[in-house]
């Protein structure tokens, strides 16, 4: 059974860093992609980076691009999001998630993926 489990999520003053982590279990995902989301009360789910499963490429939105950074540890099975820079607005919950396919493409919607964790709070006070 596929497990993704975050962790690193806390609080930080406004322009602190933060690394979320994400172990996944229950399959290898080197060559799958994956990617992190976000979630505020009452509001969807947002893209926030992604890295391909073939190529390992990332892709960011543009509200994180410069101050996050998303990769992964084949070896540990475990994907991060390395989070400078924080600001008010970046609060919120995150999520890791997976697909459940082999694939150089890069996949932005939530819809594109099949697992997900239980997500991780990340508050910054300004």
């Known amino acids: 059974q596929v497990q993704l489990v975050e962790s690193g999520g806390g609080l930080v003053r406004a322009g602190g860093s933060l690394r979320l982590s994400c172990a996944a279990s229950?399959?290898?995902?080197?060559?799958?992609?994956m990617g992190w989301f976000r979630q505020a009360p009452g509001k969807e789910r947002e893209f926030v980076a992604a890295l391909s499963g073939i190529g390992s490429r990332t892709y960011y939105a543009d509200s994180v691009k410069g101050r996050f950074t998303i990769s992964r540890d084949n070896a540990k099975n475990t994907l991060y999001l390395q989070m400078n820079g924080l600001k008010p607005e970046d609060k919120d919950v995150y999520y890791c998630?997976?697909?459940?396919?082999?694939?150089?493409?890069?996949?932005?919607?939530?819809?594109?993926?099949?697992?997900w964790g239980q997500g991780t709070q990340v508050t910054v006070s300004s």
């Open positions: 998630a997976a697909r459940n396919r082999e694939t150089f493409v890069i996949a932005t919607g939530r819809h594109d993926y099949d697992y």
């Open positions: 229950g399959r290898t995902f080197s060559r799958y992609g």
